[in-house]
């Protein structure tokens, strides 16, 4: 446990009562979809910093906002007014960066510590599921979801739109995460989409948001623009591959003709 903590701590920075709530995971995936996700719920909600995650092994940088520092790891966290439920205590990790193999561990452990010791009740992982490139970007993605535990089952499986992860593999902290969490009989949920890998999808991201909507939050959460973004960048992607197209055909016809000798 000591050496553990010395390879990944978390500072609070400001104290939140997370009893019975939400921890969400957004340390980048496929597609970076739990990124989007993270960064969209702290904007839509408008959470505030509570805390950081440090390690001697993350990058040394500091990311300027608003001309205050930021550690490239933070927490944020808040009580969420809903019209017919409880308030929604919620905390949401955002990463800067891409966590190397062996710090993966460490992160999704110190992170399942800090759940239990706030005694929340539930932490979401979202996650990408990669689809081979040339898939039809417009199509709606499919959500699935994949539990540590069976009372956490119980949130997604009512809901027909949200196909249960029967067989696969899910690498990274969401895949460390719920293992911890069935180990530890701690509620841990996966909510997967498929996603490109190649750029950002907002498409799969919003998929996913909605799908934590319906079967945990409860938020009635807006994600138009991430579709009018997926939009935007689906539309760049689809120029920047005609121009390509478009400059191989122009080689091909200045490619040289075979000597006529020799």
Known sequence: MDEKEKV???????????????????????????????????????????????????????????????????????????????????????????????????IAVSLLDWAQEQRASLVVSPEGLAVEDGEDEEKEPDAYAVASTIPARLYFEPHEDIKPFDEGVITGVAGVLLNEGKKRGFNVISILSEAHQLYPDARAAARVIEAMDEAILHMNIDTKPLHVEAEVIEKSIKKIQQQKDAAEKIAEKRKPFPPMYG
């Open 8 to 106: 990944v701590e978390i500072h609070e920075l400001k104290p939140i009562d997370l009893r019975n709530g939400i921890i969400v995971d957004g340390f980048p995936s496929v597609g970076l979809v739990s990124s989007i996700v993270a960064n969209y719920l702290i904007s839509m909600m408008n959470l505030e910093q509570i805390g950081i995650v440090d390690s001697p092994h993350f990058p040394t940088i500091s990311l300027i906002r608003n001309r205050e520092p930021n550690n490239p790891v933070r927490i944020y966290g808040g009580k969420i007014q809903r019209k017919d439920e409880d308030p929604l205590k919620i905390a949401v990790f955002v990463s800067e960066f891409q966590p190397p193999s062996n710090l993966i561990k460490p």
